[in-house]
């Protein structure tokens, strides 16, 4: 039933879409120009950079390629013995097999600097030809110097020698090398004077750039204007970017940057590399090598873009009228079977209605069915997971139940089986040593005697069955007992035992075959899980005041010290739990079911006493004390053991 203010999905569908379709569209229309536009500007990055580090290694490779010759030149014959004519024509006949952009070859005097042969006449006759360092050659090495060449340092008529107007803007490098005499020492200086990367008028959209190379004090030694070369680029107008982009190039990094490099605030970009200074005086220096390009070239095609974008948007706000129609019935049509489908799922439960804050009429039918069915799924989930968890907690612990007690219970029936077989096959040589294995046989059988009866006990425990006989007990001869079943085990370990042997006896209310198994337990555990040390055993008196202040009662507590393996704090809480060890390497190392402790506390309990167990840490040890109430006799009740502490130190047994 459809109430006031709320309408049809369908009438609504129709009149949002007309609304909403020219704004739309111009939205979509300005995002697509943004994003074509950053897409030819990170083109245009790429490119750059990619121009830069190839122009960077095109410099590179030229002035390896120029080392090269000006090492294999000097070490000729001619230059080294030959007369000034054939010296000019091994000169002539070297510059016409170079590169275009090598501008002049001239051979002078060390000492005089006399112009000796030259292949550009005398442009360079007056200008002074240093010596590379060092002066004198190695065997495996001839000197080699590099010198940038500035406006500054280039005689008239420098500039002609290359083709163009723009060749002051070139990069001007001269490499002169040391000719030597056959004693080593210098004789002659060939120089050479290139002017590399020749600047193009790159055509419009081109993105390889032209090149600008600055040196990392900021001097800028090539440049497309020939009025920028030998400027420093603190004296540009957008100097803090150009210097941001000489330390980002020597850091390493290779990127682009929007950069101004004349006075009328014109945008550049600018991809950027490093190279390592080819000057041999300039150790650990570099030369940024940038490609750039107008941003305007960069962005070349935008404007067509734009165009098309334009033309788009108003295709596509007439066809939008006419589809708007049939869009809007073909929207509703599936959303009204959806909300029938919906009603008819949840019809048959009774449920209270969702808010009635929704306008359109199918939305808040839907929304009150969706929500009805939501909550019994996750009603439904949250069981099954519930349900899968206590399904993975009982299997854990009952597959760690019968791996710990299958493997305890096989290992003194395998004893037991293998000491009866060998009897019975007749493997034995003597009487003596059938005996000794009927002895072996006969302790597998009480050990297994032991783990049964540990979990008949746990058993009994679980059904609130277990009982215990209590009557006056000497805790003292107990321990001694105790002590002496275990002497054996701790001297063929090794261990040192310590305990404290009182004189008077220590009467407790307690069953003395219980309190005998908890003491064999404790005392059994320290002994099993100390490989070296001491186990020290301590008894003490406490007198305890109790709500009536006439009456106090005395108690005794029994403490087990060892200096085993320790258990990490956060796991000693686990240890009273039936079929609980620290963890499965313990278990494989020191076998055991994990039932000791568990019945233990549950005996001490059942006798009005505690046991309590401290341990710093792994590898530091264990403590156990267990605290049980002395009997209420006037004889015992000031009574203070007199305890004298005997060591037993450990004895060495002979190997057999």
């Known amino acids: 039933m459809a109430k006031p203010g709320q309408s049809s999905f369908r009438r609504i569908l129709l009149s949002r879409i007309l609304l909403l379709s020219v704004p739309v569209l111009l939205?979509?229309?300005?995002?697509?120009?943004?994003?074509?536009?950053?897409?030819?500007?990170?083109?245009?990055?790429?490119?750059?950079?990619?121009?830069?580090?190839?122009?960077?290694?095109?410099?590179?490779?030229?002035?390896?390629?120029?080392?090269?010759?000006?090492?294999?030149?000097?070490?000729?014959?001619?230059?080294?013995?030959?007369?000034?004519?054939?010296?000019?024509?091994?000169?002539?006949?070297?510059?016409?097999?170079?590169?275009?952009?090598?501008?002049?070859?001239?051979?002078?005097?060390?000492?005089?600097?006399?112009?000796?042969?030259?292949?550009?006449?005398?442009?360079?006759?007056?200008?002074?030809?240093?010596?590379?360092?060092?002066?004198?050659?190695?065997?495996?090495?001839?000197?080699?110097?590099?010198?940038?060449?500035?406006?500054?340092?280039?005689?008239?008529?420098?500039?002609?020698?290359?083709?163009?107007?723009?060749?002051?803007?070139?990069?001007?490098?001269?490499?002169?090398?040391?000719v030597f005499t056959p004693t080593g020492q210098p004789r002659y200086i060939l120089s050479i004077q290139a002017a590399l990367e020749s600047q193009e008028h790159t055509r419009r959209g081109s993105l390889t750039g032209y090149t600008v190379v600055i040196?990392?004090?900021?001097?800028?030694?090539?440049?497309?204007?020939?009025?920028?070369?030998?400027?420093?680029?603190?004296?540009e107008p957008d100097a803090v970017r150009l210097q941001r982009i000489v330390e980002n190039a020597i850091a390493g990094l290779q990127d682009t940057q929007n950069v101004s490099f004349t006075k009328n605030g014109a945008e550049f970009l600018a991809g950027y590399s490093a190279i390592?200074?080819?000057?041999?005086?300039?150790?650990?220096?570099?030369?940024?090598?940038?490609?750039?390009?107008?941003?305007?070239?960069?962005?070349?095609?935008?404007?067509?873009?734009?165009?098309?974008?334009?033309?788009?948007?108003?295709?596509?706000?007439?066809?939008?009228?006419?589809?708007?129609?049939?869009?809007?019935?073909?929207?509703?049509?599936?959303?009204?079977?959806?909300?029938?489908?919906?009603?008819?799922?949840?019809?048959?439960?009774?449920?209270?209605?969702?808010?009635?804050?929704?306008?359109?009429?199918?939305?808040?039918?839907?929304?009150?069915?969706?929500?009805?069915?939501?909550?019994?799924?996750?009603?439904s989930a949250e069981e099954i997971e519930t349900a899968w968890e206590e399904a993975q907690v009982a299997n854990q612990l009952k597959s760690e139940f019968l791996a710990t007690t299958s493997h305890e219970l096989r290992t003194p029936l395998n004893a037991i089986i293998g000491c009866v077989r060998l009897i019975r096959d007749g493997c034995c040589d003597d009487r003596e040593e059938e005996m000794e294995f009927l002895q072996r046989a006969d302790e597998a059988a009480i050990h297994l005697l032991s783990i049964i009866n540990d979990l008949l006990d746990v058993a009994k425990i679980e059904a609130g069955k277990l009982s215990v006989v209590l009557e006056p007990t000497d805790l003292q001869q107990l321990l001694k007992e105790v002590i002496n079943l275990q002497t054996v085990h701790i001297q063929q370990k090794g261990l040192q035992l310590v305990a404290s042997q009182g004189i008077e006896p220590i009467p407790v209310q307690a069953d003395p075959a219980k309190l005998k198994q908890v003491l064999l337990n404790v005392i059994g555990n320290a002994v099993k899980f100390t490989e070296q040390g001491r186990i020290t055993i301590s008894t003490r008196l406490e007198s305890v005041t109790e709500s009536s202040p006439n009456s106090s009662k005395s108690r005794v507590i029994v403490t087990v010290e060892d200096t085993g393996v320790g258990i990490d704090p956060a796991l000693q809480h686990k240890l009273f739990r039936?079929?609980?060890?620290?963890?499965?390497?313990?278990?494989?190392?020191?076998?055991?079911?994990?039932?000791?402790?568990a019945i233990s506390r549950n005996l001490i309990e059942l006798m009005g006493g505690s046991i309590t167990l401290h341990s710093a840490g792994a590898g530091q040890g264990t403590t156990v004390a267990i605290t049980m109430p002395m009997m209420d006799l006037a004889p015992f009740r000031s009574h203070q053991v007199r305890e004298e502490p005997q060591v037993f130190d450990h004895l060495h047994l002979p190997s057999s």
């Open 215 to 235: 040196a990392q004090d900021g001097t800028i030694l090539a440049h497309p204007l020939a009025e920028c070369v030998g400027k420093n680029i603190q004296q």
């Open 578 to 597: 039936p079929f609980v060890m620290v963890d499965g390497t313990t278990t494989r190392k020191f076998g055991g079911t994990g039932l000791g402790l």
């Open 27 to 178: 939205i979509g229309e300005a995002v697509a120009f943004r994003k074509a536009r950053s897409i030819l500007l990170e083109t245009a990055r790429q490119n750059l950079t990619e121009s830069a580090v190839r122009k960077g290694e095109s410099i590179e490779d030229a002035i390896a390629a120029l080392k090269a010759i000006s090492i294999t030149a000097s070490q000729t014959q001619i230059l080294q013995a030959g007369t000034a004519a054939q010296k000019q024509q091994y000169l002539d006949q070297l510059a016409s097999q170079l590169p275009d952009y090598v501008q002049c070859v001239h051979l002078k005097e060390a000492q005089s600097q006399k112009q000796i042969a030259s292949t550009c006449g005398n442009v360079w006759a007056n200008t002074k030809a240093l010596l590379p360092t060092p002066q004198t050659r190695s065997p495996l090495d001839t000197p080699i110097k590099v010198t940038a060449l500035l406006p500054a340092d280039l005689p008239t008529g420098a500039q002609n020698l290359t083709s163009g107007s723009d060749s002051l803007g070139q990069l001007s490098l001269r490499l002169s090398t040391s």
């Open 276 to 379: 390592s200074s080819p000057i041999a005086n300039e150790p650990n220096q570099y030369w940024t090598i940038l490609a750039v390009t107008h941003l305007d070239s960069a962005l070349y095609g935008l404007r067509e873009i734009k165009i098309i974008l334009f033309v788009l948007t108003i295709g596509l706000l007439a066809a939008s009228l006419l589809a708007t129609r049939y869009l809007a019935r073909d929207l509703a049509r599936p959303l009204e079977k959806l909300r029938d489908y919906a009603l008819n799922l949840q019809s048959h439960h009774v449920v209270e209605r969702v808010p009635h804050n929704f306008k359109i009429r199918e939305f808040q039918q839907l929304a009150e069915a969706l929500e009805r069915m939501v909550e019994r799924l996750t009603a």
